[in-house]
């Protein structure tokens, strides 16, 4: 799906971004066209070849309907824990957070808030969990054009221990 200039995309990994322009770039007699993304969470500009895009997993924010399938896949408690060692869960939670897909995304953050309940998180664990958390914040926020700060106390009210 193209983008156009001043849209919002989801680049995974990094989170929601605006397509601030379209660049042509020359290189060996071949002309590329480039979006340039800049990510809203830490400025971030990343050029991402328009034919790629989709390739890439680039698309766009979410709407406003599909945060109830997200906020349902948070609440979820029938789902056992993941009993794999660290490292096994740590290429597991990768992969679904480089997917970009804001479902998968959400699992990872869930499954980390329940050990969160649980035990201390080491450094990973809690470097992890604070990028899913902040992908899903901010992409939640952007699709119901709402603060970052409602949609944070709105996952902690969801994380709280029953």
Do not use: C
Not at 75 to 92: A, H, I, S
Not at 139 to 151: L, M
């Amino acid at each position: 799906m193209p983008f156009n200039v001043g849209e919002k995309a989801v680049y995974p990994a990094h989170g929601v971004g605006v397509i601030k322009e379209i660049q042509s770039l020359e290189m060996e007699g071949q002309v590329y066209e480039l979006y340039v993304l800049k990510i809203l969470d830490n400025g971030m500009t990343i050029k991402v070849p328009v034919g790629n895009a989709d390739a890439i997993g680039m698309r766009e924010v979410i709407p406003v309907q599909a945060v109830d399938k997200i906020y349902d896949v948070l609440r979820d408690r029938d789902t056992p824990m993941d009993k794999q060692t660290w490292n096994r869960r740590y290429r597991e939670y990768m992969s679904k957070i480089k997917t970009g897909d804001p479902l998968e995304v959400a699992t990872v953050l869930r499954d980390l808030a329940r050990l969160r309940h649980n035990k201390t998180l080491s450094f990973g664990e809690r470097k992890m969990y604070d990028q899913a958390h902040g992908l899903i914040v901010q992409e939640v926020a952007v699709a119901k054009d709402v603060d970052e700060t409602i949609v944070k106390d709105e996952l902690e009210e969801i994380f709280k221990i029953e």
